[in-house]
């Protein structure tokens, strides 16, 4: 099987790659100067030279507190170039898997949030990928959309790494304690995703890692 992997580098894309290449798939992982999300025109062009059996979408802008001040290139990165993405591989015949986030919701709900929950996304990262989901579902109805939150790995930035550069910095440690979550090994969602792929999947799902805790827990 030919997958195409975007934002093979990051933090999930670059365990999703390890998964595949395991598994003897021809794996293909553009570079920022072959696949950008800001020139739509290079989307086009890759889709059309490669024919990748499955595409698999890690790359997103995920700094949420910066998407407030450039709503333009996050709805761009997050929404435009999937949908634009997914229309590409719907002409060639393939499957895609675009990965969301739990930002799509409000967070007011007491119970963990349900595929079937209506989405309410607070922040203009959560509308983005919200709308980049209609958007892929649009193009590909038969599109996959893995909601996951709260990732951390070996690979990238998260969380985990930032309060261990802090402490070893010797800083003190001020974190909030009223957002809860769960933290999701990112190797673990891979896992997931080449579940979803071997299994013919459509629509939304949800997949954390068990158990929750606030940022300060």
């Given at each position: 099987?030919?997958?195409?992997?975007?934002?093979?580098?990051?933090?999930?894309?670059?365990?999703?790659?390890?998964?595949?290449?395991?598994?003897?798939?021809?794996?293909i992982v553009?570079?920022?100067?072959?696949?950008?999300?800001?020139?739509?025109?290079?989307?086009?062009?890759?889709?059309?030279r490669?024919?990748p059996?499955?595409v698999?979408?890690?790359?997103?802008?995920?700094?949420?507190?910066?998407?407030?001040?450039?709503?333009?290139v996050?709805f761009?990165v997050?929404?435009?170039?999937?949908g634009?993405?997914?229309?590409?591989?719907?002409?060639?015949?393939?499957?895609?898997?675009?990965?969301?986030?739990?930002?799509?919701?409000?967070?007011?709900?007491?119970?963990?949030?349900?595929?079937?929950?209506?989405?309410h996304p607070?922040?203009?990262?959560?509308?983005?990928?919200?709308?980049?989901?209609?958007?892929?579902?649009?193009?590909?109805?038969?599109?996959?959309?893995?909601?996951t939150?709260?990732?951390?790995?070996v690979?990238?930035?998260?969380f985990v790494?930032?309060m261990?550069?802090?402490?070893?910095?010797?800083?003190?440690?001020?974190?909030?304690?009223?957002?809860?979550?769960?933290?999701?090994?990112a190797?673990?969602?891979?896992?997931?995703?080449?579940?979803?792929?071997d299994?013919?999947?459509?629509?939304?799902?949800?997949?954390?890692?068990?158990?929750?805790?606030?940022?300060?827990?």
């Open positions: 099987m030919k997958v195409l992997v975007t934002g093979g580098s990051g933090q999930l894309g670059h365990e999703v790659v390890s998964c595949l290449r395991r598994r003897e798939c021809q794996v553009p570079s920022p100067d072959e696949l950008d999300f800001l020139a739509p025109e290079s989307i086009d062009e890759i889709i059309a490669h024919r059996d499955q698999i979408n890690c790359a997103a802008y995920t700094q949420v507190d910066r998407a407030e001040d450039e709503p333009d996050v761009t997050n929404r435009d170039a999937p634009r993405l997914a229309a590409a591989v719907a002409d060639t015949g393939g499957r895609l898997l675009y990965i969301s986030t739990d930002y799509v919701f409000d967070g007011k709900q007491a119970r963990p949030y349900r595929e079937s929950d209506p989405a607070l922040s203009i990262y959560g509308r983005s990928k919200l709308e980049g989901e209609e958007a892929v579902m649009r193009a590909l109805p038969g599109a996959v959309i893995l909601r939150a709260w990732l951390y790995g690979n990238g930035h998260n790494k930032t261990l550069r802090v402490a070893q910095a010797g800083k003190p440690l001020r974190v909030v304690d009223d957002q809860t979550g769960s933290p999701t090994w190797a673990d969602v891979a896992g997931v995703i080449l579940r979803l792929v299994s013919d999947a459509s629509g939304i799902f949800h997949y954390t890692s068990a158990g929750s805790t606030s940022w300060h827990g």
